[in-house]
């Protein structure tokens, strides 16, 4: 690796078929990701973007 980056942790998730509401049953098995990084982490990750 020739740069230094940004760390963060990367969980991909998808919720429960009891944690879903009958109005909300098109949310079933969509996947969505939760990114778990330092507020340092998060100015540097915006700094290697521009």
């Known amino acids: 690796m020739d740069r230094f980056g940004y760390l963060s942790v990367h ?3 998808e919720l429960k078929d ?3 509401i009958p ?3 098109k949310l079933k098995k969509l996947k969505f990701e939760i990114q778990v990084r330092t507020l340092l982490q ?3 990750s915006e700094v290697e973007h521009d």
């Open 11 to 13: 969980y991909i998730a």
């Open 18 to 20: 009891d944690a879903i």
């Open 23 to 25: 109005e909300h049953k």
């Open 42 to 44: 998060h100015a540097w």
